[in-house]
């Protein structure tokens, strides 16, 4: 045994990781056997690696580096996951709760500081700023039950950011009166720290500022004009570093600045993308869990059999820190009507603490009450470090408890009631040909799917049967390797085929029956000719023998750059058999870019869309510009920036919805919106489906001009000269 002792700690970095890296894989299997949290194990095995467990493992250098990154990555993912809608509908709730949930616990704990355990003045204020503070250490949980905007969880990680900023500028402050007071007369501390005070304002208000302009418009930039995945990653990486570093000049811990930066960059990473599955894949696998075991290796409990005063000393302050956080957690939900279970979530993640205080503890050990005595002494830091395994424990376990009620009540509203208007045979057919617009065609479909229904999409490609269909055919199934990595990135199942076919437009309908398909997706040709047919060679043939869903797209740009979406409703659209499906997809698809929606149509098409989406989809930003009149169509287009998406819900002929002007749809889109991004959706129609009846009496090819209309549109043009 003496032999075998002396290899450890282990020292050498490699072995370090790989022993990380088996604590990583089996601490959630174990934890699953046992039904408790993975975190708890994480911690709980940082514990027993650490100097005050068995002493396996070296707290190195790596344990600060990926364990701050860690906590970086906790901020900057809740930052990027917030429901800003919910935010901005409910400031006040946001407001009231992050007052709460710092104001309580922090004058809790200085009565008890000042009171119970006979601290100075300056040393329980700053016991009562820790215990003000949280760090959302099972937010990880969260993400496992895909509850990241649920209202009680947005309203969580707002308030904790407020109550943590209100921590860190107070700590701030007493840091700096301790620096203004060292030395010199009252008055000339009374003027140092209203200096102080107002260069800290300063800095804060031209950080803030500058980050908000500065990040937008070069994540536009940038997006637009690299589709690089790795390039893209690191951009947004170095981006929350850059944050985090900015934060540290001002005088505040760098997590403020990763959650800022992960609220800026918010709009511009969809939830369902390839990015998106990166971060989260990132941090959860490897810096997450590294900063939860760097906490276990700081907690020593062998600081429990050191005396009752070090034993009362942590029970005093994780008990009065933890109520404070349940009185203000269950007091807001009574204030704001919330379910018992959404009271439960908002306690168990605004109850932990982790690094951060540690961090505040550290800031006061260097402040010198008198010489050689400092503010904060060792029985503080250890109660300190016991509190922070007491409150990981409970957070995690109120958290895991609180989600799965959540879910179940979810499910079983889902049960009881299901979306008035959604239809659920959603099965979506892209059709795919030219690499350059395959991948935005997928992440469109991506987008617009449904999340519940978690349906694969299948991706087609119809070549001619010609001299040519080996080499076209090969081309198209390296195209569909391009599309399968994408969609795996996005942890989106995707069937790819490649058809033979005499006929495209025969091939897609056929591929579309034998799929049981309910719409399709598919790019607008690119002309080199300006008299080119604006509709192409065979999509007139496909809209015309079609009666389902059909959305031709033509981007600019890449999507989750778009900042608004206007849409043209033609009048009687809401008759149609597809109104609620094209409308669905419209809600999803900007509910994930989070832009707005702005509906251009007839007033009694308009309140119908209204009260759809205020039932559905509420946390979506619509808007409703009423359209008298189809031939106000061109004079949208001074009006199409070039990050808006103009959707244009057309129709087929002889429908409900169908008017002549529509005749003229294909020469205004390409005099008046030329250049820009579109999307035409003709909509369902099940009152003729033809796609079912194809015999040698009902012809499947349709002209979009009669003779009849050539010769009248002949005439007028020769009565007009």
Known sequence: ???????????????????????????????????????????????????????????????ELFGRVGLYYIMFLAGLEMDMEGVKRNTRQFLIFGLLTCLVPLGLTYLMAATLLRYPPPAAFLLGCIMAS???????????????????????????????????????????????????????????????????????????????????????????????????????????????????????????????????????????????????????????????????????VRTLTGGPYVLCVVLLIAFFGTFGKAVAAYLSSLLFRLPKADGHMMFGLTSAHAAGAIAMVMVGMRLQVAPGVYLVDDNMLNGVVMMILVTCIISSLMTEHAAKQIVLSQQQATAAGPQQGVADDERILICVKYPEIAPQLLSLATFVRSQRLNRALIALNVVYDDEHAATN????????????????????????????????????????REASCSEVIMGMHVHTSQNARFWGDF?????????????????????????????????RAEFEPGFHRWLERLCRLAGQLDCRVQFHGREESLVLIAEYINNLHPS?????????????????????????????VTARKGTISYKNALERLPDELQKYFSGKNLMIIFPDQYGDPKEDRMSFTEAQHHEENSVYDTVLHWLHRHKSQ
């Open 1 to 63: 045994m003496t032999s075998l002792a002396a290899y450890f700690p282990i020292t050498d970095p490699t072995l370090i990781f790989f022993v990380v890296l088996l604590v990583i894989l089996f601490a959630p299997i174990i934890m699953g056997k046992l039904r408790i949290p993975h975190i708890i194990g994480m911690v709980l095995a940082g514990v027993l690696l650490g100097q005050y467990g068995f002493n396996i493992l070296q707290r190195d250098d790596s344990f």
């Open 134 to 300: 949280n760090t959302l250490i099972a937010y990880p949980i969260i993400g496992r039950y895909g509850l990241q905007r649920h209202p009680s969880v947005t309203l969580s990680v707002g308030s904790s950011m407020i109550s943590l900023f209100l921590a860190l500028v107070m700590i701030a402050g007493l840091a700096g009166s301790y620096s203004t007071t060292a030395g010199g007369s009252d008055g000339q501390a009374w003027t140092s720290a209203g200096g102080f005070w107002l260069l800290f304002v300063v800095k804060l208000a031209v950080y803030i500022g500058s980050m908000l302009w500065l990040i937008p418009h070069l994540t536009r930039y940038f997006l637009r004009r690299y589709s690089d995945a790795v390039m893209q990653f690191i951009f947004v990486l170095s981006v929350m570093f850059l944050n985090a570093a900015l934060t540290s000049f001002i005088g505040l811990e760098g997590i403020f600045g990763a959650f800022l930066s992960g609220l800026i960059l918010n709009r511009y990473i969809p939830h369902v993308s390839p990015l998106m599955n990166r971060l989260e894949f990132t941090g959860n696998a490897l810096f997450i869990p590294y900063f939860l075991i760097g906490v276990g290796m700081l907690i020593n």
């Open 473 to 512: 055919r090969d081309q198209g199934l390296r195209l569909f390797e391009k599309l399968q990595r994408q969609a795996s990135a996005s942890e989106v199942k995707l069937q790819t085929q490649v058809r033979l076919a005499t006929n495209i437009a025969n091939g897609i309908k056929h591929a579309f």
């Open 539 to 571: 999509i007139q043939s496909l809209y015309n023998g079609l009666s389902r869903q059909i959305m031709l797209v033509r981007f600019v740009q890449p999507l989750n750059t778009l900042r608004r979406i206007r849409v043209a409703v033609p009048s």
């Open 620 to 648: 979506v930003r619509a808007e409703y510009t009423p359209m008298s009149h189809w031939n106000e169509l061109p004079q949208l287009a001074a009006h199409i920036a070039d990050d808006h998406l103009f959707v244009v």
